[in-house]
């Protein structure tokens, strides 16, 4: 009973330090995000302090060498934070931008305004980076955030939104602009999702399990993503070396990520020259090859390392990891029907010289990116060029794919009259 | 278990059906339009028919006779549908347009495109004409469509759906793009708002507690609104008789609606000119006015005929209805607050001719529509000149306010490379 009331207290003193946020502008939030930089540096013992403090209880509750390495901070990683937050203070702030303007008649000026969302509720699990990254982008597009972070990273988190606020008082703002949930009750997480009368928008930032939770759990909007079942389909008509560099660099530059790819379609005619080369370059890294019946022969006779038979499961599956799906097709349209069926609609791509086939697989696969002769590894905020990234969105309403500072806004309409009525 | 099966293979039977539709060009859409309108005039006698039945019953059950009214059809009410349907056939296809573009380093091409959202899910109640509307609107933005009328209209209904699917198989399309959910369990509203799986959108249409029962229960996103606690505020500089004419049109011109004012707010130094004017004004309709403690002296000196004492609730409610709850104010900061724990955030306004006030409301108030010197009633997707309108949202996220064809759309990435990799 009583955290709940927190948390409507919180819900409310969110709200009310958004309205103040409206009325804030562009150097006055860059001001304050520019001293967050500052601030992280001066504080460096305190928050490495408090990170080693997350660091031996997580050790000794049994975390995973991977999740330990996610929740560390460092000298670098600590600089590398600060400096992404300056980085956003250079952003353009999308705030304000007049989306269109029309004059309806008797003189009625109409006008959609780009504003903020509000209140944002982020649920993430042990990365204390991400406490920074997102607290500066909200601000920085003028939302209120409630943050609710991993509890092994609890620690840390409190440091680090100390220091968040600590710049938003330095300058005149309230506090409550950057607020954490502290308490470990899972039951919380409940609570904020049902908030809907203060929260506008909830952005999850984890596996598969917490993004399912939200959207069954949630009255409030939910973008949801980061799932990437990830296909490439290889035609008939290709530069065999190019593929081989596009599907060699989508599964191996860095397999552990949502776009990274899982399964490769392979046109029937193309296979017995495409696939022997694949087999070549993705060897000596190695990558595990999950085969379909006809695909198998190939990788068997290249004396292939890790090779085994696809299963059923093994279509439709986030692999994080260097594990490679292929299945060989007739024709483009076996391809298009897989994709339809499996992919979970983050990033698709064909390979392809022909025109005519490239512009069906573009129209017709209804991913959030569509790829011609590209490597699945370009879906990301920083490589489509739009600063950095919230969230990449699989879902299809309010933003899809790689999710940046627009992303946190939305519009109003403004409409200037002359004491109109209407008819 | 067998419906909640039916609906699995409903839901598989859109999604289909909506790759079909994105290989449909935007004349073979308006065509099958066209062929709607054609047949709904053919099939009059059907429909209105049916449409008796639904009536008898109707009756029958004792439902109001508003609810009779709008489940009613007759030819004039037929024919007006027919129209509408040609109307949609008119209107711009969003589908296929390219919203940016930007090349990035090594030659790369990152468009964005606007497609179909793909499957919607519409729960409405005992009016036959949104069946058809909302129908030709998915069809015309690519979209399939499960329809979940008032177990009310069902008859008509079904002769609609069959009309409406008549039209597809004329032209080749398949007929479950449009789908209606028969049966009147009501468990099923449940199970389409967990579709997850197939359906991309819910859209409900009726009052607060349909909204609120899909918010509530919905794995999908869904565009909630049409609840309008609308405000407007009369501030100390005023064109006094500009200003009477904007409050009688937003309260009286249609009072019904959810666009309709509810609450007056009026500055303290204006309210002796105003308020007189403003009862002369209400007095004839009759609208009740339920004014605050300071409001009221100046009604009750001008003999105004149905004059109550405001109590709390009379703040926040959404009449719907000839009555108008009436609050004198300090200053703008006062009625700003006041419209921030109030408003619904459909559509609120001001009434001033001081550039600065006006400047502060539209940007300081959070509402989908904010106004200057004009009605509330403007707020529609006909007087915006945006067409047809699907729902007017009051959440925050993809479309706000009037929302229309562009609404039932989102966008995806298109990224053209030369077997480019991410390095």
Same mark, same amino acid.
């Given at each position: 009973m009583t955290q709940a009331l927190d948390l409507q207290v919180m819900g409310k003193l969110a709200k009310d330090s958004a309205r103040e946020l409206l009325k804030t502008s562009t150097e006055h939030k860059n001001a304050v995000i520019q001293t967050i930089a500052s601030l992280l540096r001066r504080h460096e013992t305190d928050i490495l302090l408090a990170n080693q403090a997350d660091l031996v209880a997580a050790q000794a509750a049994g975390l995973s060498e991977a999740m330990l390495d996610r929740l560390r901070l460092d000298s670098g990683r600590l600089e590398a934070i600060a400096r992404e937050a300056e980085n956003v203070a250079r952003l353009a702030d999308p705030v304000g931008q007049e989306i269109d303007e029309r004059m309806l008649p008797g003189g009625l000026r109409l006008r959609r305004r780009r504003v903020p969302i509000g209140v944002l509720g982020v649920i993430y699990e042990a990365r204390p980076n991400v406490t920074v990254d997102v607290a500066c982008l909200a601000l920085k597009s003028g939302n209120a955030v409630i943050l609710r972070g991993g509890k092994e990273t609890l620690q840390s988190n409190r440091v680090l939104v100390q220091v968040l606020q600590e710049a938003l008082l330095a300058h005149q703002l309230p506090e409550a602009c950057i607020q954490l949930i502290e308490s470990p009750d899972r039951a919380l997480v409940g609570e904020l999702l049902r908030l809907d009368q203060y929260v506008d928008m909830i952005i999850p930032r984890g596996g598969a399990g917490l993004h399912q939770f939200c959207r069954e759990n949630a009255t409030i909007p939910v973008i949801t993503g980061g799932i990437g079942v990830c296909h490439l389909y290889a035609d008939a008509f290709l530069d065999l070396d190019g593929a081989v560099d596009v599907i060699h660099n989508a599964k191996v530059q860095r397999p552990t990520v949502c776009n990274a790819l899982d399964t490769l379609l392979v046109h029937h005619s193309v296979a017995p020259d495409l696939l022997p080369m694949l087999a070549e370059s993705l060897a000596p890294v190695p990558v595990e090859i999950r085969a379909d019946v006809q695909a198998y022969p190939y990788f068997e006779q290249a004396g292939y390392p890790r090779l085994n038979k696809a299963t059923h499961e093994d279509f439709g599956t986030e692999f994080l990891d260097l594990i490679l799906s292929v299945r060989i097709v007739e024709d483009l349209d076996e391809a298009l029907d897989h994709i339809a069926s499996h992919s979970s609609g983050h990033s698709d791509g064909i390979l392809t010289l022909k025109g005519d086939h490239a512009e069906r697989f573009l129209n017709e696969v209804d991913s959030a990116v569509v790829y011609l002769n590209a490597s699945t590894r370009f879906t990301d905020g920083a490589q489509f060029g739009l600063g950095a990234e919230v969230a990449v969105s699989t879902?299809? $309403?309010? *933003?899809?794919?790689?999710? *940046? $500072?627009?992303? $946190?806004t939305t519009y109003k309409w403004l409409f200037e009259g002359k004491w109109s009525v209407r008819p």
């Open positions: 879902q299809k $309403l309010h *933003a899809r794919g790689p999710m *940046a $500072l627009e992303g $946190l």
